[in-house]
């Protein structure tokens, strides 16, 4: 099949392609339509090229049978996966209407209001927690860490609904064993935890800190280790410390501050002890006030975007 053979119409498996949401290094990304039940659905497709190659099929699978076992209402889901032949790999996702946390933080260049972003880092790191701590029907403790945790993988919905994608790089991480195979680095540099950017091992406190880049960002506006350079972007990751958020936005309190700071310590010892304790943090982080609720969050998820927006974040495939 041609490259340019994906248009609108197209059958992929029992799915029409009607629009083209996403595309990205190993995948795009289209809304799709169930021609039985009618069910909507976006479908990552692999590109053509890659069909036959056995790593990249493999690692778009793993990531469809992630999607199909870890059920969470934070995790987006799998629907499907399949095969058309010899070129067509595919799997469906849930179709989300909302915005990615990059597109929010474009459309609110200051930060945002700090209840907002503990509302969206509580649950992203739920959805960590609950991942990290995985275990299959037969007791093995997986200990999923997903290795590209950014803004444009956190999507939040118009339901005010923090939903984070994209497993496809995510390394399992197994009970015996006690951290990842080191060597080769896979992720989105700005946002990566030091022993990741230095291809060390990576493990669920790499995901803690690469969620505090996200935080820092959310309230700051601008990305903390993002660099004109990639050499630039590893060593300000590894080496350069995190801004005090108070300098930039002295409103937000100060326990606040201290989370962010600390899931961005250098040393993975030295950050928390899971995301589940980040989770905690950030919620009693604001004393007596609360974080904001679904119908002040949903009100973030309507930027200037495309309408609907599905699992895209397919451009930090090795």
């Keep these: ?11 992929v498996g029992p799915y029409a392609l009607t629009r083209q949401l996403a595309v990205g290094g190993m995948a795009s990304v289209w809304e799709a339509q169930h021609r039985d039940g009618g069910q909507r659905v976006a479908l990552k497709v692999l590109h053509w090229q890659y069909a036959s ?3 990249i099929v493999g690692r778009f699978l793993d990531e469809a049978r992630l999607g199909v076992v870890l059920q969470h209402p934070n995790i987006v889901r799998t629907l499907d996966v399949g095969r058309d032949g010899p070129s067509l790999v595919y799997l469906a996702l849930d179709l989300l209407d909302g915005a990615s946390l990059n597109e929010v933080v474009q459309a609110n260049p200051h930060g945002l209001p700090y209840p907002a972003v503990v509302a969206l880092g509580a649950q992203a790191a739920d959805a960590l927690a609950y991942a990290h701590a995985f275990r299959r029907d037969d007791g093995a403790l997986l200990n999923l860490v997903h290795r590209d945790v950014k803004p444009s993988n956190l999507l939040l919905t118009v339901q005010g609904v923090l939903k984070v994608i994209d497993f496809g790089i995510a390394r399992v991480q197994w009970e015996t064993k006690g951290q990842t195979q080191t060597g080769s680095f896979v992720g989105s540099l700005a946002y990566s935890a030091p022993e990741q950017v230095n291809e060390l091992a990576v493990t669920a406190a790499s995901d803690v800190f690469s969620l505090g880049a996200v935080l820092h960002e959310l309230l700051t506006g601008a990305q903390v280790f993002g660099r004109a350079s990639q050499a630039a972007t590893v060593r300000a990751v590894s080496w350069s410390p995190a801004p005090p958020v108070r300098s930039v936005r002295p409103d937000v309190p100060r326990a606040l501050e201290a989370c962010v700071l600390r899931a961005l310590e250098k040393k993975p010892e030295a950050r928390f002890e899971s995301a589940a304790a980040l989770a905690q943090a950030l919620r009693e982080s604001l004393g007596g006030e609360a974080p904001w609720g679904p119908e002040q969050l949903a009100a973030l998820a309507r930027v200037p ?3 609907l927006v599905a699992a895209s974040g397919t451009q930090s495939l090795p």
């Design 305 to 307: 975007r495309r309408p």
């Design 53 to 55: 190659d056995d790593r």
């Design 1 to 11: 099949m041609a490259s340019g053979a994906l248009v609108e119409g197209t059958r």
